[in-house]
């Protein structure tokens, strides 16, 4: 129950934990009777959205059969605890090939995966979470998700996860009222602003379009309050669980936590 009580001291009313160990391929050992007595727990404390994160070994657009194999077997696993939790969804990366890997294959593959891994969700989200624009990653910008999404079929459990740090790597202007609004516009313009149902809230510590993954405190990092502020006013933001992914002890995550109820208005 410790994530119960993790949740209540840093003030957050949504959270995002690991079902199991997220640098190993060791798939969760919780009892389907223990993962129910969580959720309901959870649920009774009066907390929101519960979101799981695959281990960082998954990679579903693996060049590597074996590999990927892995991969979708350990995100198939994660998501089964998911659905026994009854949490809102399971985050997993979109993936990245070799760079000797031809796009089409990489975006086939990396859909056959996401396929499989989405027969194993009956009821929780699959959240597609988008690249830092990093080389080989399938989907960094929207029109790259939406050619994913369309790959996929656009399977009714697949839905997007929105990292404003990715967004702002990749090269969305995130720092920038405009820039925020041209960014969900473009979100809009290809379909899928529906599809959006987690966020990562993320500031960054470097600058636009280096397509570096590194996150910052909110409001210390390039995007900063103001970003923040627009960001948190779009519809597509509103309606999802915002969750912070910054370094720290507690108290910097509560910070970070209570600033962005400041700037949301809340």
């Not at 090939?97 to 929780?124: H, K, N, Q, W, Y």
């Not at 996929?152 to 997007?160: K, P, S």
């Not at 210390?220 to 915002?242: D, M, N, S, T, Y």
Request: aromatic share 6%.
């Amino acid at each position: 129950m410790g994530a119960i009580d993790a949740a209540r001291e840093v003030g957050a009313d949504c959270a995002q934990i690991w079902g199991s160990n997220p640098r190993a391929w060791a798939p969760p050992n919780t009892a389907p009777e223990a993962a129910r007595a969580f959720g309901d727990a959870w649920r009774d404390a009066g907390l929101g959205p519960l979101v799981l994160h695959c281990p960082y070994m998954v990679n579903v657009a693996s060049p590597n059969a074996g590999f990927r194999s892995r991969s979708v077997e350990l995100a198939r696993a994660t998501v089964a605890l998911a659905e026994e939790i009854g949490a809102h969804g399971v985050v997993v990366h979109s993936g990245a090939a070799g760079a000797s890997t031809p796009r089409e294959d990489a975006v086939r593959v990396a859909a056959d995966s996401f396929l499989r891994i989405a027969e194993a969700a009956p009821s929780t989200w699959v959240l597609v979470e988008l690249m830092a624009g990093t080389a080989g990653a399938v989907a960094s910008t929207f029109g790259e998700a939406r050619e994913l999404f369309d790959a996929c079929r656009m399977h009714e459990r697949l839905a997007l996860c929105l990292d404003t740090c990715h967004l702002y790597a990749t090269g969305y202007e995130l720092d920038a009222p405009d820039g925020v609004a041209k960014c969900f516009a473009e979100l809009r313009s290809v379909g899928l602003a529906s599809r959006v149902r987690c966020v990562h809230g993320n500031d960054s510590k470097y600058a636009r379009r280096l397509h570096r993954d590194s996150h910052e405190h909110i409001g210390r990092g390039h995007i900063g309050e103001r970003g923040f502020a627009a960001i948190l006013r779009q519809p597509a933001v509103k309606r999802c669980p915002v969750i912070v992914e910054t370094a720290g002890q507690d108290a910097d995550r509560a910070r970070d936590v209570a600033t962005l109820r400041r700037l949301a208005g809340r």
